[in-house]
């Protein structure tokens, strides 16, 4: 167990170097991870709470919120932050929201802000510290973060030196979902490179059967996060780690001749012939759609983050060899150099009130990660299902979470180029903005990659 474990932080040190390269010496630049550096300008900074808080008071009520609103999710979330309620003496909601993005931007400037939420970007995040929306941490809720999460995690929390969120989960991204049976009755492989990938999908294209691919990128606020996903996997693997760290922190511009040709290159990919979107048109279809066409034999692939198990529709088996079952492989390659994409959410809190920042400590716990695994699994059905739900907190107990799941923290484990997600990364203006809205754009055949390449460039904060 304790191998298994300490085997976990290895990979996670890579995601590190991206929270260093992050940095600017600019404070009004609204980077996703500045703050890795000790030595980090906090002037800007709102005053930390004093370490002497008062002890928390039972009673009153804590609302959370964030973009996760799956049944699965949500419950899981309800259930495990309700249990902790209980035995605090408080009444805790969670809220989960599609348009998260937006509303929580309405509920900050109108002075009705939550007490805790759930960030996947922290770029967004970021911003909202500078901007004094949310709070510093105490000092027992950083102590406890920083005890139970890697250092490399927890940076994605600084601003400007200042420790604002607590991470409380992780996502692998570069997975490409499937269905063994269905390939080995068509006579398919697994591809191990990017091109025997894109012969594949040709060959499945060319049969006239089953569309290769199941996309959609419909998702309330926050549509178009599905391609940038497929760009960020494409920079890693077309251009490699250096310059996607460039693109990140802004050291090229978002219309770098090398960022234009990756956005063509997954618009090239996702045609008519190749792709099914169940509601008409890739744009129309909402992302958390696409699990049921992948079983009911509409698609041969989907290619999605770790999390896409809660969307499987339920009673599917995982991995077990049987007729139907679906498995993943990894997003293949181009240069032999396996890199590979995650992401995570950060909680941070809106007031100084102890409790919040004893629940926000709490969330960042080994003891939260299992309880939610336990009870998400449990949401979708029990059994073998898979929640959908992943941690890198180093003392989770890994025998909580199905084989399936487990050999995704083997992938993290050996990957040897691991990279954040870039959009949560980049400023919230560009990440969560015009990177979705002209990615949509350009899937709809609306604007050209170099146009919308020049109008998220345009868009970026000075």
Partial sequence: MRSRRLKLLAPLLAFAVVAAACGDDDDDEATSDTAAEDDTETTDAPDEPEATDPPAEAGGEILVTGPERDESEAGALQQVLGEWGDANGFEVTYIGDADWEANINTQVQGGNPPDLSVFPQPGKLADFAREGFVVPLNDE????SNANWPESWNAFGIVDGVQYGVPAKADLKSLVWYQPSAFEANGYEVPTTFDEFTALVETMAAAGGPKPLCVGIESGQATGWTYTDWVEDMVLRQHGPDVYDQWVNHDIPFN???????????????????????????????????GQPLVDGDCFMHRQASFYSAFIPEGTAFADGSEGAVDVFYFPDINGDKPVLGAGVLVAAFNERPEVHELAAHMSSAEFAEARQIAQA??????????????????????VFQPLEQSFLEILASAEIVRFDASDLMPADVGAGTFWTQGTSLVNGDVTAQEAADAIEASWPT
């Fill in 256 to 290: 770098d001749p090398r960022i234009v040709e990756t956005m063509q290159t997954v618009v090239d990919l996702w045609t008519e012939d190749n792709v099914f979107a169940s509601s008409g048109t890739i744009a129309a279809t909402a992302f958390q759609d696409n």
């Fill in 141 to 144: 809720a950083v102590a406890a």
């Fill in 378 to 399: 449990g949401l979708k059905g029990g059994g073998t299902a898979l929640s959908g739900y992943l941690s890198a907190n180093p003392s989770v107990d890994p025998s």
